[in-house]
């Protein structure tokens, strides 16, 4: 039946997509030549046919091409809502296939006795850390932890799928971005890569090792885990145009702003992110265990309370955060499940930049470097190629120019998608669009349909991807949180990247560029094989 | 001839200064007392006497102790520019004594002497670069240096007494300022101080190394060395509430802010400084001779030039100073003679602070802090406090926490004055009074009657220490120097100086606090013994 099922489903989404496509490609050009001039053609009334009426003909952003097709009734939002009735378009309701067990990144029995055990091992842990620190007259406030089946992060880890983080309408991810905002804090560390650094700070090394973030390794007390990015600039700040990129600040609002932007372009490909006040003191001083952390704090001659990276410590003063005297913005990153049980692995991006002052890669200089990496695995075949574009758009989106590697998770293989980690170096200027980041897009001159007509959609007055992105930031307790030039700059690159892929169908022909991938299916219907990747 | 000619000064400076006192503690409340509620009084006339006729009385700023006395016509410029009347003012145009050898820094042959040497030194040394430049494929520019005993920077030198760095008058000031700002740069190096380093960078400390500063020592075609502070903040960013004093940016206006308030104050003690625009490329990377500061230029993401202090190469890449592509404001501040023909040595200042995140200092903590220190040599005698309270006031004008030590010429011993070096910390916040920096003058509660009396000249309208300022600061290249609210912050600060003597002067008197120091003579005449500090 489930097959069954599946079939159906992955015929509608064939059905739809290629109707879509001679729509959008045929069709519509042609209605438009008919009606030129005419007004009448607007009053056609909602029909699934029906060209928009709400002004996507009026008003073109670019050539005849960016029209989007419309599938189905424009809105089924009446409030008022752009980013409601965007995500009432029918291109936001394209069904998933149902998912086989293989496709699904966890188990559910395995999640649970992965989280018991962890419980336990913490409870354990409390009690001698408790007794230590009895011994040695460290006062450290202990918070209840409580094991909750229903807890938003599991119900989070428990969606992944190869498809995405997450679903459209799972109401995991607003619980979880909600739990997160304000649930107790039972204890604070360093993350992982600080770790790993031991304390050793590599001078030696221009790009700074992560420590020099400041991020910290949050415990909620479910055992929701986030890491936290304190505030280190003002939102109206931009990053100097003297800075190199890969020295340039971490921002909190960047990354929270890229998963809004992540979820408007319906890729979900970054994990929930949150603002929050947190109390330094109360939240990170008081329930740490690591001595080191402890270490690092101190009152600022303003009297509040700050604390460095370890390695700062000795080194860039001028570089800890401070609370206002406790209260410390920051963006709350819910982890992905522990490599543990889904293991990850980090790739190098092929449109990696020189991490030097005056090195150059060889896609900044070979025109022609597409084609080598085309031929190469994993970028021979399947999606891989694509989704390093879709992350290219992404981060030219965001002015993100440091995306020197990109994870996938190692159950999905080579057709898993590339997970967005750590945007926060987007976002910096405003007024600057960096055009050598679309250079995977550029260079190949390849793009998903999907992703195509989603930014063509975004490009429209009645979804601008500004509009929308300002209303689904306004959900974040920390909003503002971007500034109205960067929201403004969305709209600019989101043209530009229009033009480029308009420049590729110019000169390589729409069917060479633009891949048909509605049914992005690993199972094996008739009707997916055509749909496929036709390169 | 000599001796006598001096004693007449001596006379004439004493009788002047007691007259002064006098009129000021005695003659004029009385007078006030009279003349209340009545406008006659105004118009008695230019006289010696007469009491000043220009809002003097009609505005006063304090109580009535505020008041200056009037030594003769109250302005010899009709331009409109206050600081044209305030140089005129009598209080501006007391003769320093004749100087005998011994009160003079430095002999003519001397210094010629050591001109010569470099010259020669320098001569022989470039020979030797420039083959072996030639050699080594490296491009130095070669500039020709010329041997001028007329040097601005030869006479500002053989100026240098034990009174102070330079006198009111003395053209060489002004002309030293042209020099520096239009002369041919021939060289440029680090400075003894970072050469010390020797390129080790001690992260330990949590004191940054001078070398994080980034300051150059430039030499001129005539053999004038200048020290060279690049631009490292804008004129309307303030210093962060949380960042500790010891950590805090050099500024290069506030250097030159500095030398013009030392000035203004007529302490002198101050080595000229001027603003210019270098050309990082042409006056910096093309004429060092120091392959480790060039080394550490670089070209920036937005096509400028760049360097960094060497320490920070390797840390703290965000920390370059870049030119527009080329052209760099800075600060060039004039070095004094060389330590071989002139010795200084560095003292600890007993207000010192604490250069840790929680330490506290005796002073900060104990109140009966300065009776400690009077019974201390050189503190329990001479000058040398009064010119410690003298620093402290120039300090809280500007800001300026960071004065942990300063400097005398060996030569002038225990009567010397003392240099007011390294100001660039000041001007940082101008909506904070740092009270503390005042604590020299709030806990002795002794000021020199020369500088309360010109204190109190720079509080009245006629006068206005941020007028005279703003005027001062126009003559620079690179105006505006200080913002509006920095040279209003001036004003406000005046007036808590004066303050917390008004406060000394009611607790334990005005023959306690005030003391007459007019002739500031180290000859043994009759007139000065009894001038001398009182207490």
Known sequence: VSMMRRDRLLLAATFTAIFSADLYFILLPKLRRMGQGSRQFCSCGPSNISLPGQGGLATPHLSNWTYVPPLGALTTDSTGSKLGRLFAHPLYNIQTPALGPEEKLLLV??????????????????????????????????????????????????????YALYSRDDPAVPQLLEDMQGM??????????????????DCTQVVKPSGHHLKLALKMHNF??????????????????????????QRHNAEIAAFHLDRVLDFR????????????????????HNEDLRAVFFTSPA???????????????????????????????????????????????PWI?????????????????????????????GNRLLNIIDMSIFDFLTGNMDRH?????????????????????????????????????????????????????????????????????????????????????????LQKVLRVVQRCIRRQGRDEVVTKDFAKSTGKPQTATEMKQTR
């Open 109 to 162: 029995e395995q999640l649970m006795e992965y989280y018991r055990k962890k419980m336990s091992r913490w409870e354990r842990h409390m009690k001698l850390y408790m007794e230590a620190a009895a011994v040695s007259n460290i006062s450290v406030t202990e918070h209840e932890v409580t094991f909750d089946p229903d807890a938003s992060w599991l119900k989070f880890h428990l969606g992944i799928n190869r």
């Open 269 to 288: 490909r970054v994990p929930p992110v949150t603002g929050r006040l947190v109390n330094v003191t109360g939240e990170i001083l008081q329930v740490t």
């Open 405 to 493: 590697h990109y994870e996938i998770f190692t159950k999905f293989g080579d057709e898993g998608f590339i997970l967005h980690l750590d945007n926060a170096r987007g976002f910096g200027k405003h007024s600057h669009d960096e055009m050598s980041i679309l250079a995977p897009l550029s260079q190949c001159c390849m793009i998903k349909s999907s992703t195509l007509v989603r930014l063509q959609l975004l490009a429209r007055p009645e979804f601008r991807l500004s509009d929308v992105m300002r209303e689904s930031l306004k959900e974040d307790p920390l909003r503002p949180i971007l500034t109205e030039p960067h929201l403004l700059a969305l709209d600019r690159r």
């Open 303 to 349: 009297n509040n309370t700050c604390f460095f990276a370890k390695c700062l410590y000795v080194c860039k003063t001028e570089y800890a955060v401070c609370g206002n005297p406790n209260l410390l913005e920051g963006s709350l990153s819910a982890y992905l499940p522990g490599l543990s049980i889904a293991p990850r692995i980090s790739i190098p991006n």
């Open 224 to 249: 929701a885990k986030a890491m936290f990015k304190p505030m280190r600039q003002q939102r109206d700040e931009e990053t100097p145009e003297d800075v190199f990129y890969f020295v340039d600040l």
């Open 184 to 201: 107790a804090v039972v204890s604070a560390d360093y993350t992982q890569d600080e770790k790993a650094l031991k304390g050793v700070c």
């Open 353 to 381: 930049r020189s991490y030097t002052f005056t090195g150059r890669e060889e896609w900044e200089v070979n025109p022609f470097y597409c084609d080598t990496i085309k031929k190469l695995y994993p970028y021979n075949s």
